[in-house]
């Protein structure tokens, strides 16, 4: 299947070859024509399936093929809400990109950043405005906002924006567009709260589904540590050690957490970065930019900071806490062997994570392998099943999954203990 297949005007095709995209990955290929035709859509699909151009690029076409198109001061034509800042502006900045050779006019509007460049924006009205839901309700409550016009709208990952508690927000903001509009759903889990928003917001909907939550790709090696809490911060030092861990995003249960992962980290002389709620916009932006350019070798973040994060080829993904929702696990690990590249998630298990675990192994229907040859191994309670025995996470990924070597540390790894803070 190729994008000419779909029925993509030429502006998008050229976009697109700018952006060498050669073919349109499955979501792409089920989305788009449905889309075009102006069908409702649910899809259930994770990040790093394309998920993104699925919606975009028909909402391009549509807009900017539409005859006799409103372009009046104030008008919106269509809204995407999206449950994070990163996300909305790596939306905007595809929007921009797939969008290059068209001439419509796109927005943000996300918390963190000044109010008054974005009333001067939604002064103007825009074909696309991509939004979280919370700065864009204090625009509506000031009265700068009007979606009257909205003719499409999108609501991405709406599972995260239900845990981020952005419900009545997404209702109050959707009970304001007209009920004549083309919707697209976008969730990677399906909890019941999201079939009721489906059957509620969609009309005879195409249904979508890519790589079921629960299947984790079988590209990525997943290796899972037990270590005592207070010896994480060593392990993970220790692991960090084997230089083919070029950079990796690691996740913390909490804020806190990210911040003393990376003091930690630092004071080891191993750079690293926290990005997380509590931080401005710039500085996770800045956070973010120091990542993908390799001038800091650790990106450290909460799942809702790092949902929006979208970086590509990333090799390692570390789970320094498990999750305690088993889906997140799944969508964690899927951000590494990303574009056809393998990946490696490595996981450390305390004590009070174990239950989290089962749920995972429960969820994804797979025993992690157990790595049992570390220097830091828990001393407490619950015997540790083996399964991998001396086999140690320090490959770097390879196209055909096969996982590199550090021949020189051979067999006689480090035992010493890093020069760690706590
Ligand atoms: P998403 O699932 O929307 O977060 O997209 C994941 C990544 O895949 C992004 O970096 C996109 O730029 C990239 N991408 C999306 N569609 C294609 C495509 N057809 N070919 C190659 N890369 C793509």
């Known amino acids: 299947m190729t994008f000419q297949q779909l029925q993509l005007i030429p502006p998008i095709i050229k976009a697109l070859a700018k952006e060498n995209y050669t073919q349109p990955t499955p979501i792409q290929e089920q989305a788009i024509p449905p889309v075009l035709a102006g069908r409702d859509l649910f899809g259930c699909a994770q990040t790093g399936t394309g ?13 900017s093929t539409q005859q006799g198109r409103p372009n009046g001061k104030r008008v919106i034509r269509s809204l995407i809400l999206t449950p994070t800042r990163e996300l909305a502006i790596q939306i905007s900045d595809n929007a921009k990109a797939y969008g290059c050779f068209t001439n419509l006019r796109y927005g943000v509007i ?16 825009m074909d696309i405005l991509i939004a979280t839901p919370g700065r864009l309700i204090d625009l509506m409550n000031q009265g700068f906002v009007d979606l009257s016009h909205v003719q499409i709208l999108v609501l991405d990952e709406a599972d995260r924006m239900l845990d981020m508690g952005f419900i009545h927000d997404m209702k109050r903001i959707i009970a304001k567009l007209p009920v004549k509009r083309q919707t697209l759903f976008f969730s990677a889990t399906m909890p019941p709260e999201i079939t009721s928003l489906v059957n509620s917001l969609l009309k005879n909907p195409v249904k979508i589904e890519i790589t079921p939550v629960s299947s984790t790709a079988e590209r990525i090696k997943q290796m899972l540590y037990y270590v005592d809490k207070p010896n994480k911060l060593l392990l993970l030092i220790d692991l960090l050690q084997d230089k083919s861990i070029a950079s990796a995003l690691v996740f913390t249960r909490t804020k806190h957490g990210a911040d003393r992962v990376v003091r930690g980290l630092t004071k080891a002389k191993i750079t690293a970065q926290a990005i997380h709620g509590d931080k401005s ?3 996770r932006q800045a956070a973010l930019n120091n990542f993908k350019s390799g001038a800091t070798r650790l990106l450290v973040a909460t799942d809702i900071a790092a949902r929006g994060i979208d970086i590509e080829e990333l090799s390692h993904v570390i789970n320094y806490n498990l999750p305690n929702i088993p889906e997140t696990y799944v969508h964690r690990i899927g951000r590494t062997g990303r574009a056809g590249l393998s990946g490696i998630a490595i996981s450390f298990c305390e004590n009070e994570e174990i239950p989290y ?3 995972i192994e429960k969820l994804t229907k797979q025993k992690i392998p157990v ?4 220097p830091y191994p828990m001393t407490m309670t619950e015997p540790v099943p083996a399964t991998v025995g001396a086999d140690r996470a320090n490959g770097a990924p390879s196209k055909d999954g096969a996982r590199g070597h550090s021949g020189k540390s051979g067999g006689g790894r480090r035992r010493r203990r890093p020069h760690a803070g706590k």
């Open 357 to 359: 675990l089962k749920d």
């Open 281 to 283: 916009q710039n500085a």
């Open 110 to 125: 996300v918390g963190g950043v000044s109010q008054r460049p974005q009333e001067q924006l939604l002064e103007q009205g």
């Open 51 to 63: 998920k993104t151009a699925a919606f975009l690029l028909p909402i391009i076409q549509l807009l």
């Open 371 to 374: 790595v049992t040859d570390h």
